[in-house]
C-alpha cells in the first residue's frame, strides 16, 4: 500500500468544504512534497510533520512522499491540516488500519515535539464534518468540548500525534506528557444588568422594549448621563433565550473568532466595539484568512455602537447592506467568506460634540457646522434602516425617588417580550419570519394581513408629505404590529399607526 487517505476540513466563513488528503510513495530520492494550493503557514506543515512525527517515534518512510489536498482549486489556509497530512503520511506503510484513517476527519496543528496544538473554527469544521457524512474526527485534546457539541459525531481529543495512530491501530507507546492547553475559558458569567435600575425614562424604557419585542434597530440621541448606555446594556436581559440552532451558530462564530467554547450559551450576544474601530473590524476581513467582525459576533444578539456619531463614516455605512439583508459577504482575492449579520442595533449619541446642543440649563460651544457635521455621520440611508428613533433627557434628581416606583424590572419586561413575540410568531407561522422587523416590505402592504385604507391614512399621509421614504413606511409598519402584539390586539389600530410615526421619526398624524 503506497496510497493512503484522510480527511480534513478548509473552513470560508463558516461553511467548511471536505479536503481529501492523500500520500503516495514512490522511488526517488527521499523528499517530502506538499501540493493543491496551500498557503504560507500551511507550506510549513511538511517541516512540523516531519520534526512531530520524528519525536513521536513515527519516522517517515525514507521515500519520496508526496501529499495532495484536493480539490486543488480550493485555497486552504491555515495550520488545521497538519494531523491529517501526518497520520496520511504515516499510513502509506500500511501501520496503521487504513480504513479507520479514511473514514476520519483529522483537525489540528502539531508542534514539533508531536503534541497537537488547538486551533480556531474546530466546531463549525467538525460540523461540516458531520453534514458531509462523517462520523469520526480526531480534534485537539483543547477543542474537545466545542467539538463534542456536534451531535452524532464520535470525537477523540489528542494530546499528541501517537494518540492518534494508537486511535488507528498503530503499535506505539503514548508519551506521558500534558496536552497543550487553550486559552482559558471564564465560567463566571454574570446577569444582565436589571432593567429596575433605569429611573425616569419610561417612554425610553417601552421603546427599549418594544424593540426588543419586534427585533428592531434603536437610535437614541441625549446628553451625557441621559442613560443611553445604559439602556443599550440592559436589551440583552429582556431577549429571550437562544434557540438550539441559534446557540449553535453563536458558538461557531465564537470559535472561529479564536475564542474558547466550553458549551452553548442561551444568551444572547452583546458586542459594542469602540468607535476607532474600522471597517474590518465590523464587518470582518483579513489578508491571509478572513475572521468575523463585529456584526457576524453580534448575530442573534446585540450590536451596540456608542458615541455613534465618532465613527468613521465609511464604517457606519458599511453595515447598511448587512442590516437589509441579514448576512455579509467578504470577497478577497481567491477567496469569498459569508457570515450571518442578523443582529439588532442600537445606536446611541450625542446631540453635538460637547453634548449639550438643547439641552435646558446648559451651555452649547459647538458652532452651527461642527453640529451638522457631527450628527451628518449618521448618513440618511443608515438612520432609514433604522426603525426607532428615540431622544433622550436628563432625569432630574429631585423626582428620583418618585420616578423609581415606576421602574419596570427585567423579569417584567422580559415576560411582555415574550408574549408578543409568541403572538408574532403564530401570526407569521405560515411565513418565511417570525419577528415583525424581519416581515417584508410588499408582504405587510399587499399581504393576506395588509391594514385596511382607514387605518393606513396617517401613515399615507406622512408619506404623501415627504415625511418618509417607502421604506420608512414600511418600517412604521412593523413597528405598529410589534404595539399591537404588546397590547394583545390582532391588527393594529390607527392609535398604534400613530405612535410608531413618532417612535420612527417624531412625525404625529
Not at 473590524?281 to 442573534?300: E, F, K, Q, T, Y
Amino acid at each position: 500500500m503506497t496510497v493512503a487517505r484522510t480527511w480534513a476540513v478548509a473552513l470560508t466563513g463558516l461553511e467548511g468544504a471536505l479536503v481529501e488528503v492523500e500520500a503516495d510513495l514512490s522511488k526517488q530520492t527521499p523528499e517530502f512534497h506538499l501540493i493543491g494550493l496551500p498557503d504560507k503557514a500551511l507550506g510549513e506543515a511538511v517541516q512540523r510533520v516531519h520534526n512531530a512525527c520524528a519525536n513521536s517515534d513515527l519516522p517517515l518512510p525514507r521515500r519520496r512522499l508526496t501529499v495532495n489536498l484536493s480539490p486543488a482549486s480550493l485555497p486552504k489556509q491555515g495550520s488545521g491540516f497538519d494531523v491529517a497530512i501526518a497520520i496520511a503520511s504515516l499510513a502509506t506503510e500500511g501501520a496503521m488500519d487504513v480504513a479507520s484513517v479514511e473514514r476520519t476527519v483529522h483537525i489540528g496543528e502539531l508542534g514539533l515535539d508531536g503534541r497537537l496544538r488547538p486551533v480556531p473554527g474546530v466546531l463549525p469544521a467538525v460540523h461540516a464534518a458531520a453534514r458531509a457524512g462523517f462520523r469520526r474526527a480526531v480534534v485537539p485534546h483543547a477543542n474537545l468540548a466545542e467539538a463534542e457539541l456536534v451531535d452524532g459525531m464520535t470525537v477523540l481529543g489528542a494530546a499528541c500525534l501517537a494518540d492518534v495512530a494508537r486511535w488507528h491501530g498503530a503499535d506505539v507507546e503514548s508519551p506521558l506528557i500534558d496536552p497543550v492547553a487553550g486559552p482559558r475559558v471564564d465560567t463566571f458569567h454574570p446577569e444582565p444588568p436589571d432593567l429596575v435600575d433605569v429611573v425616569g425614562q419610561r417612554e425610553a424604557v417601552e421603546a427599549l422594549i418594544a424593540a426588543a419585542a419586534g427585533g428592531h434597530h434603536l437610535l437614541m440621541t441625549g446628553p451625557p448621563g441621559a442613560g443611553k448606555t445604559m439602556l443599550a446594556s440592559r436589551l440583552p436581559g429582556i431577549l429571550p433565550a437562544l434557540g438550539d440552532d441559534a446557540a449553535l451558530e453563536v458558538a461557531s462564530i465564537r470559535s472561529l473568532s479564536g475564542d474558547p467554547v466550553a458549551g452553548l450559551s442561551r444568551r444572547p450576544p452583546f458586542e459594542a466595539p469602540h468607535h476607532s474601530a474600522s471597517v474590518a473590524a465590523l464587518v470582518g476581513g483579513g489578508s491571509r484568512m478572513v475572521r468575523p467582525g463585529a456584526i457576524a459576533r453580534a448575530s442573534h444578539g446585540v450590536l451596540f455602537l456608542d458615541e455613534a456619531a465618532e465613527f468613521a463614516t465609511n464604517a457606519l455605512d458599511a453595515l447598511r447592506q448587512p442590516l437589509e439583508s441579514g448576512s455579509i459577504t467578504i470577497h478577497r482575492a481567491g477567496v469569498t467568506a459569508a457570515f450571518p449579520a442578523r443582529f439588532q442595533l442600537v445606536l446611541a449619541t450625542n446631540p453635538c460634540p460637547c453634548g449639550n446642543y438643547g439641552v435646558r440649563g446648559a451651555a452649547c460651544v459647538c458652532p452651527p457646522h461642527s453640529i451638522r457635521r457631527y450628527l451628518g455621520r449618521l448618513s440618511g440611508p443608515l438612520l432609514d434602516r433604522i426603525d426607532i428613533e428615540l431622544g433622550l433627557t436628563r432625569v432630574a434628581v429631585a423626582h428620583h425617588a418618585e420616578l423609581a416606583r415606576d421602574a419596570v424590572t427585567t423579569g417584567a419586561a422580559r415576560g411582555r417580550v415574550a408574549e408578543a413575540r409568541a403572538r408574532a410568531s403564530h401570526r407569521l407561522h405560515d411565513t418565511p419570519w417570525r419577528l415583525n422587523a424581519h416581515v417584508s416590505g410588499p408582504w405587510l402592504r399587499q399581504g393576506p394581513l395588509s391594514l385596511p385604507p382607514a387605518v393606513r391614512r396617517p401613515l399615507d399621509s406622512a408619506l404623501h408629505r415627504g415625511a418618509l421614504t417607502l421604506r420608512g413606511y414600511d418600517r412604521v409598519l412593523r413597528i405598529a404590529w410589534t404595539l399591537a402584539d404588546m397590547a394583545g390586539r390582532t391588527t393594529p389600530t390607527t392609535h398604534d399607526i400613530g405612535r410608531a410615526l413618532f417612535m420612527k421619526k417624531g412625525v404625529t398624524p
